[in-house]
């Protein structure tokens, strides 16, 4: 989206005046807002009476990190970016005696099913202690079941049927819609979110008639989205002139041999894929499959739907060993990025989840899996067209924000993928560096100058940062205070 993609030139600090950004910093507005007062970092978070939801759960664990945390720093932008989607994101009301909880993305007023069930993720080990928490969580959920029954096939949506600036795209678009880009991973968070929240919290309310109709379409566009039988109903072309906005072939995406694997049109970047089997988003979707198994037969009492969503992930994993691992020339047996089915593969990695590196963070493979580890390498290497290293820091880029341009979200992948203390704490040093004084994280900044960024306002990259620094409190807190 044109959105996503402006380049934000929020001032012209110099690399080597990095050191001065403790003392001057960039708003939300553009205009130099002060870091520190007195010595003390000044809050970004909105005034009490502005916020969106508080949770008195995650206020609790703010004050409790930030007594683990050494550097002031750093205590500051977990502060600001860890309740970022509460603060300022979520819009909660109860709704036919329900919970309904609509959440945007920050700077772009529309909910994305992915970047929605990311956003509230970081909060779920806290529900059981707080039942507004839960709640709204549950709202989530709910939410998420409306958009999934409106459209299956599209990304974002509208809170109300209020229309899109993308109402001209040829594609079947509604009024309740923002983008109808088909991605696959658009129908595995909803059902890792849920998934999360049945087994913290116990609760089943969520799971109704309608959740259930949901996952049944889900099942149904997956196996649309396999192609054995055509195209299958959905198609999309943008008048633009960037290709990866756009789908080739009359809207139906470059051609595919029908192999087991599903076809996904556009990547989580909500760029246009090349090869339309996108790999790490069908290992999501082999997780999510047996997770939904599961959750058909314990909650829903649905055999038939159990049985259809065990088949279809045994299909799935049996095409991805066929057609998707490779010997790479340099790094062995590896996971290519997309795959045609023709034998072709694309080699390469995305910053957005799911990438390649964020397999083991999202539960699809351990860590220690031996072709995770070569791809890994592969990934973190000068072979990964979109690993950049600069002044600033090293880390993986998309297509989507153009070359030399790093994800923070990318750096907390690899974070989160590592056991190694040193990659863990070089990772948070070059997140920290990377808010360049705003105190909080963007979608991506230049590798040699982390003020020259992308989204100021990122609530998913924000949040998730939180969700980093207390795994790391919890599991090597010693990084926090050196």
Same mark, same amino acid.
């Given at each position: 989206?044109?959105?996503?993609?402006?380049?934000?030139?929020?001032?012209?600090?110099?690399?080597?005046?990095?050191?001065?950004?403790?003392?001057?910093?960039?708003?939300?507005?553009?205009?130099?807002?002060?870091?520190?007062?007195?010595?003390?970092?000044?809050?970004?978070?909105?005034?009490?009476?502005?916020?969106?939801?508080?949770?008195?759960?995650?206020?609790?664990?703010?004050?409790?990190?930030?007594?683990?945390?050494?550097?002031?720093?750093?205590?500051?932008?977990?502060?600001?970016?860890?309740?970022?989607?509460?603060?300022?994101?979520?819009?909660?009301?109860?709704?036919?005696?329900?919970?309904?909880?609509?959440?945007?993305?920050?700077?772009?007023?529309?909910?994305?099913?992915?970047?929605?069930?990311?956003?509230?993720?970081?909060?779920?080990?806290?529900?059981?202690?707080?039942?507004?928490?839960?709640?709204?969580?549950?709202?989530?959920?709910?939410?998420?079941?409306?958009?999934?029954l409106i459209d299956p096939y599209a990304n974002a949506f509208n809170y109300g049927a209020t229309g899109s600036p993308y109402d001209t795209d040829l594609t079947t678009m509604?009024?309740?819609?923002?983008?109808?880009?088909?991605?696959?991973?658009?129908?595995?968070?909803?059902?890792?979110?849920?998934?999360?929240?049945?087994?913290?919290?116990?609760?089943?309310?969520?799971?109704?008639?309608?959740?259930?109709?949901?996952?049944?379409?889900?099942?149904?566009?997956?196996?649309?989205?396999?192609?054995?039988?055509?195209?299958?109903?959905?198609?999309?072309?943008?008048?633009?002139?960037?290709?990866?906005?756009?789908?080739?072939?009359?809207?139906?995406?470059?051609?595919?041999?029908?192999?087991?694997?599903?076809?996904?049109?556009?990547?989580?970047?909500? #760029?246009?894929?090349?090869? $339309?089997? +996108? &790999?790490?988003?069908? %290992?999501?979707?082999? @997780?999510?499959?047996?997770?939904?198994t599961e959750m058909s037969a314990e909650i829903l009492k649905d055999k038939e739907l159990a049985e259809g969503s065990t088949s279809l992930a045994d299909e799935v994993e049996?095409?991805?060993?066929?057609?998707?691992?490779?010997?790479?020339?340099?790094?062995?047996?590896?996971?290519?990025?997309?795959?045609?089915?023709?034998?072709?593969?694309?080699?390469? #990695?995305?910053?957005?989840? $799911?990438? +390649? &590196?964020?397999?083991? %963070?999202?539960?699809? @493979?351990?860590?220690?899996?031996?072709?995770?580890?070569n791809t890994r390498r592969f990934v973190l290497s000068d072979s990964n067209p979109y690993f950049f290293k600069g002044k600033a820091g090293e880390g993986n880029g998309s297509?989507?924000?153009?070359?030399?341009?790093?994800?923070?979200?990318?750096?907390?992948?690899?974070?989160?993928?590592?056991?190694?203390?040193?990659?863990?704490?070089?990772?948070?040093?070059?997140?920290?560096?990377?808010?360049?004084?705003?105190?909080?994280?963007?979608?991506?900044?230049?590798?040699?100058?982390?003020?020259?960024?992308?989204?100021?306002?990122?609530?998913?990259?924000?949040?998730?940062?939180?969700?980093?620094?207390?795994?790391?409190?919890?599991?090597?807190?010693?990084?926090?205070?050196?």
């Amino acid at each position: 989206m044109s959105s996503r993609r402006d380049f934000l030139k929020n001032g012209a600090i110099s690399l080597a005046g990095l050191s001065l950004l403790r003392g001057k910093g960039f708003g939300h507005s553009g205009t130099i807002l002060p870091v520190t007062v007195d010595g003390r970092f000044v809050s970004r978070r909105p005034k009490l009476n502005d916020r969106k939801f508080v949770s008195e759960a995650v206020e609790e664990k703010i004050v409790e990190v930030k007594k683990g945390i050494h550097d002031d720093e750093l205590k500051w932008l977990f502060e600001n970016c860890y309740p970022n989607t509460l603060d300022t994101t979520v819009d909660f009301q109860m709704i036919d005696g329900k919970p309904d909880t609509f959440v945007i993305t920050g700077d772009i007023h529309a909910m994305w099913l992915r970047d929605s069930s990311a956003q509230v993720w970081p909060y779920l080990p806290l529900a059981k202690q707080d039942s507004r928490l839960k709640e709204l969580l549950a709202g989530v959920i709910n939410r998420q079941t409306k958009c999934i029954l409106i459209d299956p096939y599209a990304n974002a949506f509208n809170y109300g049927a209020t229309g899109s600036p993308y109402d001209t795209d040829l594609t079947t678009m509604k009024p309740e819609l923002h983008e109808r880009k088909w991605e696959v991973d658009s129908l595995c968070y909803p059902i890792r979110l849920a998934y999360g929240y049945w087994k913290t919290t116990g609760d089943v309310s969520c799971f109704d008639s309608k959740w259930h109709d949901a996952m049944k379409l889900v099942l149904k566009t997956f196996i649309q989205q396999q192609r054995k039988n055509g195209p299958g109903p959905y198609k999309f072309e943008r008048k633009t002139i960037t290709p990866e906005g756009t789908l080739a072939n009359g809207g139906y995406g470059n051609p595919i041999k029908p192999v087991g694997l599903i076809c996904s049109m556009f990547r989580p970047s909500d #760029d246009a894929t090349i090869f $339309p089997f +996108l &790999i790490p988003s069908n %290992y999501f979707a082999v @997780l999510s499959l047996r997770r939904l198994t599961e959750m058909s037969a314990e909650i829903l009492k649905d055999k038939e739907l159990a049985e259809g969503s065990t088949s279809l992930a045994d299909e799935v994993e049996s095409a991805i060993r066929k057609y998707a691992l490779v010997n790479h020339l340099d790094f062995g047996q590896t996971i290519a990025y997309e795959a045609d089915g023709f034998g072709n593969q694309l080699f390469m #990695d995305d910053a957005n989840v $799911p990438s +390649l &590196i964020s397999l083991p %963070y999202l539960e699809c @493979l351990p860590e220690d899996d031996t072709v995770y580890q070569n791809t890994r390498r592969f990934v973190l290497s000068d072979s990964n067209p979109y690993f950049f290293k600069g002044k600033a820091g090293e880390g993986n880029g998309s297509p989507h924000t153009g070359l030399g341009k790093i994800w923070p979200m990318s750096i907390m992948m690899r974070a989160f993928t590592s056991s190694d203390s040193v990659e863990i704490s070089t990772c948070l040093r070059t997140l920290i560096r990377s808010n360049a004084g705003t105190g909080f994280m963007h979608e991506s900044f230049d590798d040699n100058d982390p003020s020259r960024f992308t989204r100021k306002w990122f609530a998913w990259a924000n949040t998730l940062f939180g969700e980093l620094v207390i795994k790391i409190y919890e599991e090597k807190p010693y990084l926090l205070k050196a």
